[in-house]
């Protein structure tokens, strides 16, 4: 019996441990000066088992949670929108339009990053949805190194972000 208990509790702890991942060397894109230029970084971070569907100018891919997809940058006008989960669509994005930038405002940044998060809408009742936030690279690479740390300063960098969208 105490065995079972025994093998049960390695069990229970291994199965909790997290893995530590090397993200230089599952996307080196991300820190090789040369190699990020042009590029959209993003991270999914939207803690569901099921994968969702990004779209980033016009290109459609399947994202997993913790997973990074990298796209192009084209000149000019830009967009980014989380399609939600594969089952449910659209309706699942918190906000109806894309997320939209053009490089030749700031043609000084080479290289965006975004973040996938989930938040809720309340506009008639509370459901969960994903939101789009463009972030840093700093806060990025905060987020891919440790995905289930919300802490108080990527949560101040959402926020921030969050403000920006509804202002601006």
Do not use: W
Request: net charge negative; charged share 25%.
């Amino acid at each position: 019996m105490n065995i079972i208990r025994l093998i049960l509790t390695f069990f229970l702890i291994s199965s909790c441990a997290t893995t530590v991942v090397d993200q230089r060397q599952v996307i080196p894109e991300l820190f090789d000066p040369e190699l990020k230029k042009g590029k959209i970084f993003v991270f999914s971070n939207h803690m569901d088992p099921l994968p969702m569907n990004i779209r980033v100018n016009g290109e459609v891919r399947k994202i997993k949670h913790t997973e990074t997809q990298i796209f192009d940058l084209k000149d000019g006008q830009n967009s980014v929108k989380n399609l939600g989960r594969v089952s449910t669509g659209e309706s699942s994005n918190c906000d109806k339009q894309p997320y939209t930038f053009n490089t030749e405002m700031f043609p000084e940044v080479e290289t965006y990053y975004f973040v996938i998060q989930q938040g809720f809408d309340s506009t008639i009742r509370t459901f969960t949805c994903f939101k789009d936030f463009e972030v840093t690279e700093k806060a990025f690479l905060e987020q891919i190194n440790n995905p289930r740390n919300g802490g108080s300063e990527f949560l101040q960098n959402l926020s921030k972000s969050f403000i920006n969208s509804l202002i601006f």
